[in-house]
């Protein structure tokens, strides 16, 4: 297993939470008015932004942290070491089941999520503590592995 990158130092941190809070104005989502900004924190120290994007065909839109985790990938980072969630909502706006999927591509267990509201941090998890038991590269036979 990969050694666990370094723990975000609090300027990085700061610059997770203000990206994130950043991205969700530019949300696109005009059917449900649910406005969510995503960032993440990559391997090299890079932040990289993302909001959600509705559809009208409901299944074809995008979470802001997928979009964030795209931004990561086509900046070249290849490991998150932190994500931050923002919305607007009195109950905690975790990530989606697809979502911390898509996070574990990219995390290990020990990965800081952190859900935010307009007030700042109202809490931290890890990603092992959403997704429990995930499915993972180690799951898959050892020729279809990278």
């Known amino acids: 297993m990969p050694k666990a990158p370094p723990a975000p130092s609090p ?3 700061q610059a997770l ?3 994130a809070r950043a991205a969700r104005p530019r949300a696109h989502a005009p059917y449900s008015n649910f ?3 995503a960032a993440v924190l990559d391997e090299r120290g890079r932040v990289h932004g993302g909001c959600n994007v509705e559809n009208a065909a409901y299944p074809q839109g995008l979470c802001a ?3 964030a985790l ?3 990938v086509l900046a070249g980072g290849r490991r998150a070491r932190a994500v931050a969630v923002v919305a607007a909502s ?3 706006t975790t990530p989606c089941g697809g979502c911390r999927q898509k996070i574990a591509e990219f ?3 020990d990965c800081d999520i952190y859900v935010l509201g307009p007030r700042g941090v109202r809490r931290a998890f890890t990603l092992g503590e959403l997704l429990p038991f995930g499915f993972g590269e180690g799951h ?3 020729d279809r592995r990278r």
């Open 17 to 19: 939470f203000r990206a």
């Open 65 to 67: 942290e997928a979009s």
């Open 35 to 37: 406005l969510v900004g």
């Open 90 to 92: 009195p109950l905690l």
């Open 107 to 109: 995390a290990g267990p």
């Open 70 to 72: 795209a931004a990561m």
């Open 11 to 13: 300027a990085q941190l």
């Open 140 to 142: 898959l036979p050892a």
